[in-house]
């Protein structure tokens, strides 16, 4: 979401001054409707017209990220470090990823600048599966990953269910790597969830994001998705889950 005012001036149409002067003559309408507050807040997919005349939108665009570790998951980082857009060369769209991955989490990150979709993907209503790898140590016993799969008790409530599997174990050297499938999208939720059963997570990967998964991606590597995956995501943020 970006303020009228700027989007107005990116279009060509006016100065950000005269954005915000024809703003409150009343000269401006988004969805057809009069709006006359400074810094009302609009999404690339609005319609919005000055003097009856449609701003051309800008074009909707989504990228799929394989996040290396040691990337930051936002547009800007106080401390300089790079960031998910840095890695994403040639586009002048002003996109942003859809949810966050730890600066140490690796995997499947989707840029987009459409916000609705965004929006709907990020809220816990529409219940998008994502699926991470998990090195941890030491091996969880049976108990464990049935604690997992049904619910843990952290400090912001009690987690969903979750799909859980363990992929591999080491006995020799206590880790194991599990793969965990949940459709919330707390803060730190999966090392949370491992570190309320005291266990550490020495890796952590996502290899899936709804119906997106890594293949043919190198970690660092993005490319744009494709129609009928975009279409599908749509599908996946239109269907409510009881
Ligand atoms: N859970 C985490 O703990 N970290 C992530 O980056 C994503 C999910």
Redesign the pocket.
Known sequence: MERLQKIIAQSGVASRRKAEQLIVAGRVKVNGRTVSELGTKVSPGDDISVDGVLLEKERLVYFLLYKPVGVISSRKDERNRKTVIDLIKGVSERIFPVGR??FD?SGALLLTNDGELANRLMHPRFEIDKT?IAKVEPIPTREQLRRLASGILLDDGMTAEAKVQMITSNKEKGFASVELTIHEGRN?????MFAALNMEVLK?K?VRYGSLNLDGLSAGESRPLKPHEVKMLYHLANREKQ
């Open positions: 991955l730890d989490t991470y730190r939720q999966v090392r949370r952590l996502r």
